[in-house]
């Protein structure tokens, strides 16, 4: 099956910098890649997504680009502010199966 | 509109005892989704349904989980004779199609306690 692998797990960054999270994905047939922020104890929240069509999104500060020829996918945050701080979640589908490979998350905290 | 509902919010239960997790999805979605999420873990899938249908039940841990769904709507997921290692938050999650390709939309969680 699908292995999504996420990395970093912890990252820190003074607050107008940027922050880049990386994930990569096994399955070729993947297809559709969410990405989720999670404050704590609070839901996944949908920020992002990106289907293979598309090699890269963009929206205001976020944005998501994907490498299918290498099978990864990367998040980047500009400008970032403490409020972007929270536990980020890639994820990895494949359009004919139903279910959702997550990664492991980045714990980002922006630093004042 | 109402986004997906989960219940009971928080559950404490005896080890052995069985609990019943309530999901009540955003209307009109066909597809519904239960992971369970350890203490700063990931997200383990755990079941889809399509409709009514469970199509994918292959992240059940053990057969002392079961899920229902009807009416293709609310869906229940029950955990027979907990265990301390069934502590986790049970999040569930509804998109409008199955396939795996539409966002998926989470409720807050039941976090579930095993004493």
């Known amino acids: 099956g699908e292995n999504v692998e996420q990395h970093p797990s912890t990252l820190s960054v003074q607050e107008g910098d940027s922050a880049v999270i990386k994930c990569t994905y096994s399955?070729?047939?993947?297809?559709?890649f969410p990405w989720y922020k999670q404050e704590l104890g609070k839901r996944p929240q949908l920020i992002i997504d990106?289907?293979?069509?598309?090699g890269e999104k963009k929206d205001q500060r976020i944005a998501v680009t994907l490498n299918k020829t290498a099978k990864h996918f990367s998040l980047h945050i500009t400008e970032t502010q403490p409020e972007d701080s929270a536990v980020y979640f890639c994820?990895?589908?494949?359009?004919?199966?139903?279910?959702?490979?997550f990664g492991t998350g980045t714990s980002l905290t922006v630093i004042p | 509109g109402a986004g997906v509902s989960q219940s009971p919010s928080n559950k404490v239960t005896e080890k052995g005892k069985d609990v019943e997790l309530r999901c009540d999805p955003i209307?009109?979605?066909?597809?519904l989704y239960w992971y369970r999420q350890s203490l700063g873990q990931g997200l383990e899938f755990l079941i889809y349904?399509?409709?009514?249908?469970?199509?994918?039940k292959s992240g059940l841990p053990s057969d002392r989980f079961s899920a229902e769904r009807t009416g293709g709507s609310v869906s229940t997921l029950t955990i027979q004779r907990t265990q301390q290692e069934d502590s986790a938050v049970y999040l569930c999650?509804?998109?409008?199609?199955?396939?795996?390709?539409?966002?998926?939309?989470f409720g807050d969680g039941t976090r579930l306690s095993i004493l």
């Open positions: 999650a509804s998109s409008w199609t199955g396939g795996g390709n539409q966002p998926q939309h």
């Open positions: 399955d070729s047939a993947s297809n559709y």
């Open positions: 990106i289907r293979s069509n598309v």
């Open positions: 994820a990895a589908s494949i359009g004919s199966g139903n279910q959702f490979y």
């Open positions: 209307s009109g979605h066909t597809a």
């Open positions: 349904f399509q409709g009514n249908s469970a199509p994918d």
